[in-house]
C-alpha cells in the first residue's frame, strides 16, 4: 500500500486534497461503503483513483456514458496510470482480450457499463480479475427516484455475493435524501457504510431566471454583455443548430453539439470549444459530461429543465475556476405548463403499456408463451411508425415494460446513419441528369432532412426505405454508390438497439404489472417538476438557498449574488415584504387590469413607497405590464 500523498502528487502533481476528499479516500481504504456526493467539478474522481492505487487488485468502474468512460481511461494513460475499458460496438474478440488483459496484465482500473456485468463473458472473468474496489459513478442511476434512472443499476448488487469483503464508493453530484437512501439499499450498503456531503453552495455563480418577450434578444445580450467561455443548452437537436447560425450572425463564435453528430465531429467540436477556437457551445444535454474547463463564464439554459438535479449539474459547469460566473434560465410560462403536462407520456396507463406491449410482441412475430431469451436489432422509429405511434409514447411505453422487467432495450450506445451532400445543388442536378436512377432517393433525402447541404443530418435507412418503398439492402447500396462518387458523405449505421425479452409472452388475460410502483415513480416525477416550477416562480427566496434545501443541506447562507438577493438588496425590502406586496398585486391582477392608485388604496400609507419600487420591478422583469391607458395588467 503506497501513501495517499505521494499518489497525489506523483500522478496529479497536488500536494493537497480538495475538502473532504482525503476523507472519503480514507474511508475507502478502511474498506467502508462510501456514498460520496461532490457537485459538479468537486473532483469525484480522485475518490476512487487514488485509493484503488493505493491498494492491491483492479478497480471496477460502472460507468453510464461512454464518452465519460474514454475520457477518464485517456487522461489516466496520459498520466501514466493503466486502465481498460469495455463499451457497445467492440466486437467480441476485442472485449475477451480486453477481459484477459485486465487478468493478467497490470492494470489499475477497468470501466464498463452496467449492462456489461450481467454477460456471461465477463463473469468468466470475474473470480480472476480480483477487484480490490468497485465504484460506481453516477450513482443517481440506481434510484427509481432518481432524475435518470437505469434497471441494469438495480442489479449491481448481485457482484456483492462474488466479491465479499470488496468495498463499493457510489458518487453522484446530486442526489435527494430519499435517493441517497435508495442508493444505499440497493448496492446492498453494510450499516457501517459512510456518507460525505459537500456543501451545495456555488459561493462565485450568480443564478438568475429571466422570462423575456424574447428568448433569442435576451440571448444575445447576455452573451454580449458577459464575455467569456459560455455553453447554451436547448432540448432539441435541431434547435441547437439554428440557435448557432443565429449567434454567428451576431458575430458570436459558436458552434453545436448533440448525439446525433458521429464521434470525429464530436470531438472536433468539443476540442475548438476547449481550446477557445469556438467562444459559445449550443448543446443538448449530451454535452458537458466529464470535460473539465474551469473558465466557463455562463451557462444559459435557453430551454426549461426537467428537474433540479440536471439544472444544478449543468448549470455547475461555469465557474469552476472559482471566478464570478453566471447561470441563467430562459423561460415561457408555456413551457412550465408543457413540462407538467409530460408527466401522462411519461408514465402511459396500464391500457397503453398492455397495447404497447401487443404492438411489440406482433411486431417481433413472438407466440404467446414463448420468447424468453431472445434477442432482436430494434428500430424505435419504425415501430412507432407500424402502429401508427408517437415515438414518444413508444418509448415510453417500452421503458416501463422494461422497468418491469419484461425486457431490456438497449440504445444507449446507438448512433444512426449520418449523410451531408459535399457538392453545390448545381452539380447535383446535373448529376441527377447522368444517372437518372438516383434521383428517387437523392429528392426523399432532400424531403425528409432540411439543413442536409449544410451540416451532415441522423438519417434512418430502414424510414428512407419505407418512404422508397424499397428494400433496406437497396438503399444502403444506393447511399453506398453516392458516397463513393462523391455526391455525399455517407457514415453507417454504427451498433443497432437490441431489445431482449426475459420473459415468454404473456397471453392477453394474464398481462400484469407493478402498476402501484409506476404510479409511485409517476408522482415523484410531478415532484420533481413541482420542484424546479417553484424555483423559477419564487422571486423573493435566494437562489442558493433552495438548492440547498431541495438537497438537505441546510447550512447554505444567502449568496448575496442571485437576481432574487441583489433585488432584495436594490429594493430595502426584505424577502417576505416583497414576497406580501408582490402577492397581493399579483392577485389583484388576476382578475383583470387596474390602475395603479387603486392598486395603492390595499397598502398602509407608509407602504406606498415600496410597493411602488415592487411594481417597478414587476415591469421590468415582464410579470407584469403597462397598457396604452396607463393600467397594469399580468404578462
Aim: charged share 20%; with cysteine; proline share 4%.
Amino acid at each position: 500500500m503506497s501513501d495517499i500523498h505521494v499518489i497525489l502528487k506523483k500522478y496529479w502533481g497536488f500536494d493537497s486534497f480538495r475538502p473532504l476528499q482525503e476523507d472519503i479516500i480514507q474511508s475507502v481504504l478502511d474498506k467502508k461503503d462510501t456514498l460520496a456526493l461532490l457537485p459538479t467539478g468537486g473532483g469525484k474522481s480522485l475518490c476512487f483513483q487514488v485509493p484503488a492505487l493505493a491498494m492491491d487488485g483492479i478497480c471496477l468502474v460502472i460507468s453510464p456514458l461512454i464518452a465519460l468512460m474514454k475520457d477518464q481511461v485517456e487522461n489516466l494513460k496520459r498520466k501514466g496510470i493503466p486502465a481498460l475499458s469495455i463499451y457497445s460496438g467492440m466486437h467480441f474478440t476485442e472485449v475477451k482480450k480486453t477481459l484477459q488483459n485486465a487478468c493478467f496484465g497490470n492494470y489499475k482500473f477497468l470501466y464498463l457499463s452496467p449492462e456489461r456485468l450481467e454477460t456471461e463473458l465477463f463473469q468468466e472473468f470475474l473470480p480472476a480479475l480480483n477487484p480490490c474496489l468497485v465504484a460506481v459513478d453516477e450513482a443517481h442511476c440506481i434510484s427509481q427516484w432518481g432524475y435518470d434512472f437505469r434497471p441494469p443499476y438495480l442489479r449491481i448488487a448481485n457482484l456483492r455475493e462474488q466479491l465479499p469483503g470488496v468495498p463499493v464508493i457510489a458518487l453522484t453530484a446530486s442526489a435527494t435524501l430519499d435517493v441517497q437512501n435508495d442508493i444505499c439499499e440497493k448496492l446492498q450498503f453494510h450499516t457501517t457504510h459512510i456518507r460525505f456531503q459537500q456543501s451545495f453552495a456555488r459561493p462565485n455563480l450568480s443564478y438568475s431566471i429571466f422570462s423575456p418577450p424574447a428568448k433569442q434578444t435576451k440571448l444575445i445580450e447576455i452573451l454580449k454583455n458577459v464575455p467569456g467561455s459560455s455553453i447554451v443548452y436547448c432540448k432539441s437537436r435541431k434547435r441547437t443548430q439554428s440557435l448557432a447560425e443565429l449567434l454567428i450572425q451576431q458575430g458570436i463564435s459558436a458552434g453545436f453539439y448533440h448525439a446525433g453528430l458521429n464521434g470525429e465531429q464530436r470531438s472536433a467540436r468539443q476540442q475548438s470549444w476547449i481550446t477557445n477556437k469556438t467562444r459559445v457551445m449550443v448543446s443538448t444535454n449530451a454535452f458537458g459530461m466529464g470535460i473539465d474547463k474551469p473558465d466557463v463564464r455562463t451557462v444559459i439554459h435557453y430551454d426549461l429543465p426537467d428537474c433540479l438535479e440536471n439544472y444544478y449539474q449543468e448549470a455547475g459547469r461555469a465557474g469552476r475556476d472559482g471566478k464570478r460566473a453566471y447561470a441563467v434560465l430562459l423561460h415561457e410560462s408555456n413551457e412550465i405548463t408543457a413540462l407538467q403536462n409530460q408527466a401522462d407520456i411519461r408514465y402511459p396507463g396500464i391500457n397503453e403499456i398492455k397495447n404497447i406491449y401487443k404492438d411489440l410482441m406482433n411486431y417481433l412475430q413472438v407466440p404467446a408463451g414463448s420468447g424468453e431469451g431472445c434477442c432482436y436489432d430494434f428500430d424505435m422509429a419504425v415501430f412507432a411508425e407500424t402502429f401508427k405511434l408517437n415515438i414518444l409514447e413508444a418509448t415510453y411505453g417500452i421503458k416501463a415494460l422494461s422497468q418491469e422487467g419484461l425486457l431490456s432495450y438497449n440504445e444507449l450506445y446507438y448512433k444512426p446513419a449520418t449523410l451531408v451532400f459535399t457538392i453545390s445543388k448545381e452539380s447535383l442536378y446535373e448529376f441527377e441528369k447522368q444517372y437518372p436512377f438516383l434521383e428517387p432517393i437523392i429528392n426523399a433525402l432532400l424531403r425528409m432532412y432540411e439543413g442536409i447541404f449544410d451540416y451532415p443530418a441522423s438519417i434512418y435507412e430502414s424510414l428512407l426505405a419505407k418512404f422508397l418503398k424499397q428494400p433496406v439492402s437497396d438503399v444502403q447500396k444506393q447511399l453506398t454508390q453516392l458516397h463513393q462518387s462523391q455526391i455525399i458523405h455517407y457514415q453507417q449505421q454504427i451498433d443497432k438497439p437490441q431489445l431482449m425479452l426475459l420473459q415468454n409472452r404473456m397471453y392477453s388475460d394474464d398481462f400484469k404489472i407493478n402498476y402501484k410502483d409506476l404510479l409511485a415513480r409517476k408522482e415523484n416525477y410531478r415532484k420533481r417538476v413541482a420542484a424546479i416550477t417553484n424555483f423559477i416562480s419564487d422571486i423573493t427566496s435566494c437562489r442558493s438557498v433552495m438548492i440547498g434545501n431541495y438537497f438537505n443541506d441546510k447550512k447554505i447562507t444567502p449568496c448575496g449574488i442571485c437576481d432574487n438577493c441583489i433585488r432584495n438588496n436594490n429594493t430595502n425590502l426584505n424577502a417576505n415584504e416583497f414576497k406580501e406586496i408582490s402577492g397581493k398585486i399579483m392577485n389583484k391582477l388576476k382578475s383583470g387590469t387596474s390602475m395603479p392608485a387603486v392598486l395603492l388604496l390595499d397598502f398602509d400609507e407608509g407602504k406606498k413607497q415600496k410597493v411602488w419600487t415592487v411594481i417597478n420591478y414587476l415591469i421590468s422583469e415582464n410579470v407584469i405590464h403597462t397598457d396604452s391607458n396607463g393600467k397594469l395588467g399580468l404578462n
